[in-house]
């Protein structure tokens, strides 16, 4: 099977965390700071504070940015729970805003959900392409709220030449195993705000900061988000290929592009000549005459050795959501769930494996079209 994205582990990935495990300390020690500092350099962001997961690092960035209960935050439901989940772990409410038919957030629809209570606007750069965040800043200073940016799939994107992490108060990467560069698990808050960074420091570490000689002082209700040595060392290893990672998964993403074409089944997401995609997904979108087929599909490719995937089911969909907002559903995200497709498209493909994934979808679907739409 040719998974939707894999990690790639080199002999200099091992080597760095064999060196790591031989070393006098497992965590807490010189390679968390040595990563930060790679992070800092490759990001151009002031601050980089690494933790054990992006899920964690999205908590210390709503918590760092004060949220509070009873605080409401406004984010997209075309993303992993945990997005909405990290806001609900500090009390606030989350409001969900819809989507455009690239999966980002509608910047146009922020502002008839804002109310006097929201703190926090959480966009997720789908799928590595950057969401509009010059005009969600600018919504944003205008009532008084912070921009938090998941940016778990787009660590090396770039908005006119500027890394993402450095337009928002907050951005939060991930280093789960098949993110853009992997710790394991992994994350970071980045910030070019001191105060931010000092208290995302703080809410990391139990909330405690060290006096003198034995003595600490415990200001803040912290966690133990701490990211060990050993996982740092594979970052720092990782984070130097990057760039090399990116140029692979964009090669693909470029092959992809030529070859569907005005294709008949569905379109794909053009990435706008001002950005750059680190193209953590390579996302189809069909036509809504095989949305009611597209568990036949799915099979079908998975069948034939294509690990394609889905991304997202709505947040608002799950269970838990429901118990809390009761139904909802937002008309753009309902179609974009219904369309997506995310394709193989990874580093450790070939090129020969992208044909074999073009070739096998364009049949697939040339099996499945139909003119019949769906009765949704
Ligand atoms: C993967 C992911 C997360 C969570 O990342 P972890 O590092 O697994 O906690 C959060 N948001 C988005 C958009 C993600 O894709």
Not at 3 to 28: C, H, M, N
Not at 71 to 94: H, K, R
Not at 110 to 136: M, Q, W, Y
Not at 284 to 301: G, Q, R, T, V, Y
Request: hydrophobic share 40%.
């Amino acid at each position: 099977m040719i998974p939707y994205s894999r990690q790639q582990i080199t002999s200099d990935d091992i080597t760095a965390v064999t060196e790591a495990l031989k070393g006098d300390f497992l965590t807490g020690g010189a390679r968390v700071d040595e990563f930060e500092t790679a992070l800092q350099n490759y990001t151009g962001i002031k601050h980089v504070i690494v933790m054990n997961s992006a899920t964690s690092a999205l908590h210390v960035g709503y918590l760092a940015l004060g949220l509070k209960a009873g605080d409401e935050v406004i984010t997209t439901p075309i993303t992993f729970a945990a997005t909405a989940n990290a806001s609900l772990m500090c009390g606030a409410n989350v409001k969900f805003c819809d989507v455009k038919f690239d999966g980002n957030i509608d910047e146009k629809k922020l502002s008839e959900l804002i109310s006097p209570k929201t703190k926090v606007i959480t966009p997720v750069d789908f799928g590595g392409n950057g969401v509009e965040i010059e005009e969600i800043i600018k919504i944003a200073k205008k009532h008084g709220i912070k921009v938090l940016d998941d940016a778990s799939h787009a660590l090396g994107s770039q908005i006119n030449g500027v890394k993402i992490g450095n337009h928002a108060d907050a951005t939060v990467f991930s280093f789960h195993a098949i993110k853009p560069i992997t710790t394991f698990e992994g994350g970071a808050l980045a910030t070019n705000d001191d105060e931010i960074a000092r208290l995302a420091r703080l809410y990391r570490s139990h909330g405690i900061s060290k006096k003198r000689l034995w003595d600490s002082d415990m200001s803040h209700l912290g966690y133990n988000y701490r990211l060990s040595d050993v996982a740092c060392a594979l970052g720092t290893s990782q984070l130097k290929r990057l760039d090399e990672m990116i140029e692979v998964r964009e090669k693909i993403a470029k092959f992809y592009d030529e070859k569907f074409e005005k294709n008949p089944y569905f379109s794909t997401i053009k990435i706008a000549e001002n950005k750059k995609s680190a193209r953590h997904l390579y996302p189809i979108l069909l036509f809504s005459n095989f949305w009611c087929a597209k568990e036949d599909i799915f099979e079908e490719l998975h069948r034939r050795g294509i690990g394609v995937q889905v991304h997202y089911k709505p947040t608002y969909q799950f269970s838990f959501y429901k118990q809390i907002y009761g139904e909802m559903a937002l008309k753009v995200a309902e179609d974009f769930y219904r369309a997506e497709l995310s394709l193989p498209c990874h580093q450790s493909m070939s090129m020969q494996d992208a044909r074999f994934v073009a070739t096998n979808l364009l049949e697939v679907l040339a099996k499945f079209d139909t003119s019949k739409e769906c009765g949704v």
